[in-house]
């Protein structure tokens, strides 16, 4: 029997069925009937999290197998979850297995990394299931995909200043692959939730910043024989899979503090990025300025007034004509030569695009407040 996933549907009653399936008789001698599962309820238990054990989550699996089932910590985990759900439960002969592997996170930026996350390209749930495959399943066939609607969340977008803003999605799929063990070819169907989270930035300069972060929830998986592995028993059991009352209001409380706490961050970035851009804003006006002054120069040289002004003046000391002018001398460092600038400023900067800064302010450097570089002018005698 050849089974994809186009032809698998989610049953509206598989939960019931589930619970249902789980009340039949340890002792019941009969065969169950075609298509029927039956599943036993498995806990996962955190023994490290809290000051006592608590239910993280639980699951059900077909009864009789095998099973493992614990939630394992990192608290050095930056990139996602620092919890961990994990499950190994296999059928008694070994041909069949369920696993549910860990999550994982990454990410992807203009400029540099996104915190502790490793950089990868995935921007959708199916590129990240056939990437989980490659590198978990080296070998497999790729059968099938299909996006799964029904366990995902619309995208949300919340826009601020400057052109940026968030947008956040919660992406569900499901893959069909193929594989042969010891001779016998296998079916294996893997399901993922991906959250994703996309930033964009604009920061001085007008430049923008964007960035990309990512959360695999785990990766659920259930193998079995060619011919044998049933879609709807699948999504039976990835249905029952349900997080402990206690332990996530417990999650959910500390999650809360680090949003608020993040939170309180984003909004004093974003005040500092609105007080550069208005800085940065400032000091292009002042270089519009400069840049006007010396075009009305050049055009005085043109139309003779700056020359005739210069023959009235001749007998006066060079110093003299810069004073009544208002200008000051600067050493050019690119052509060697003397610069006239507005002497009402203490400091001049010569930018690398070859545009001028003139500041009052001492402590002043254009590579660090306006991401251009640039040199501080020497006066001249």
């Known amino acids: 029997m050849t089974i994809t996933l186009a032809a698998a549907r989610a049953s509206p009653v598989v939960c019931a069925v589930a619970s249902a399936l789980v009340l039949v008789a340890p002792a019941a001698a009969q065969a169950l009937p075609e298509g029927a599962l ?14 006592k054990p608590l239910v993280a989550a639980t699951i059900m699996v077909p009864a009789g197998w095998q099973q493992q089932a614990g939630v394992e910590w990192n608290v050095q985990q930056r990139c996602t979850r620092p919890h961990a759900l994990r499950l190994r439960a296999q059928a008694p002969d070994g041909s069949a297995a369920i696993e549910l592997a860990p999550s994982e996170g990454w990410g992807q930026a203009t400029q540099g990394a996104v915190g502790d996350c ?34 995902s969340h619309p995208e949300q977008r919340q826009a601020f200043g400057n052109g940026g803003g968030f947008s956040q ?37 007008g430049q923008a910043f964007e960035s990309m972060q990512a959360q695999a929830l785990g990766v659920l998986a259930w193998r079995a024989p060619a011919g044998t592995l049933d879609m709807k028993q699948f999504d039976a059991v990835w249905d029952t899979l349900r997080p402990g009352p206690e ?25 500092i990025n609105a007080a550069t851009q208005r800085e940065t804003m400032a000091h292009m006006a002042l270089r519009g300025q400069i840049r ?24 006066m000391h060079t110093d003299n004509v810069r004073t009544v002018r208002e200008v000051q001398a600067y050493r050019d460092p690119r052509s060697g030569g003397v610069v006239e600038l507005s002497h009402h400023y203490r ?31 020497d006066r001249t005698k």
Not at 38 to 45: H, L, S
Not at 247 to 271: F, G, H, L, V, Y
Not at 363 to 377: A, K, T
């Open 247 to 271: 332990w996530q209001a417990r999650i959910n409380k500390a999650n809360a503090e680090m949003a608020a706490d993040n939170q309180r961050t984003q909004a004093e970035i974003s005040r």
């Open 118 to 151: 490793p950089r990868a390209p995935w921007r959708n749930t199916q590129q990240y299931l056939a990437a989980w495959v490659e590198r978990h399943r080296p070998g497999a066939r790729w059968l099938d995909y299909r996006a799964r609607p029904d366990k």
């Open 292 to 315: 006007a002054q010396t075009q009305r120069e050049v055009a005085e040289i043109h139309n003779g007034t700056w020359r005739a002004r210069q023959e009235s003046n001749e007998r």
């Open 169 to 205: 999605r919660m992406e569900s799929g499901q893959a069909l692959i193929a594989y042969n063990v010891g001779g016998r070819e296998m079916r294996e169907t893997l399901v993922a939730n991906v959250s994703f989270l996309q930033s964009r930035f604009v920061i001085a300069g």
């Open 347 to 377: 400091h001049a900067w010569q930018l690398r695009d070859g545009s001028y800064v003139l500041t009052d302010n001492p402590s002043f450097n254009p590579s660090r407040d306006i991401g251009i570089g640039g040199v501080e002018l």
């Open 38 to 51: 039956r599943v036993q309820r498995v806990e996962f238990i955190d023994r490290q999290g809290f000051e």
